[in-house]
């Protein structure tokens, strides 16, 4: 599955930002989904993940409450809904698409997109 990751921006402190990413390739709805970041100089991290049917979602304790991950199978598409963002958020954003479905087998991934939280 190829995977197209697009919302980012330059943002204040407090802002939002919704990231979206469109998988083409394969069977979306067979795939979890998730979110990871890179910080500079710093490794990636886990963001959020969510399960083949959508529900509530899976979250790294730094964003929980924040960030809100979706998905819509009809488009093939992942979003992820950033608010109150803060200037630790700053990141290169990146999809990924996992085939076996223990959010620990992310094997395709996005170019990322740039997220950028201004003090």
């Known amino acids: 599955v190829q995977l197209q990751a697009s919302g980012g921006g330059l943002v204040q402190a407090g802002g939002s930002l919704r990231l979206s990413c469109v998988a083409s390739?394969?069977?979306?709805?067979?795939?979890?989904m998730g979110w990871f970041r890179q910080a500079p100089g710093k490794e990636r991290e886990f963001v959020a993940g969510i399960r083949w049917k959508g529900g509530s979602g899976y979250y790294a304790d730094s964003v929980k409450g924040r960030f809100a991950i979706s998905r819509d199978n009809a488009k093939n598409t992942v979003y992820l809904q950033m608010n109150s963002l803060k200037p630790e958020d700053t990141a290169i954003y990146y999809c990924?698409?996992?085939?076996?479905?223990?959010?620990?087998?992310?094997?395709?991934w996005g170019q990322g997109t740039l997220v950028t939280v201004s003090s």
């Open positions: 390739g394969g069977t979306f709805s067979s795939y979890v």
């Open positions: 990924a698409a996992d085939p076996v479905g223990r959010l620990s087998d992310f094997d395709s």
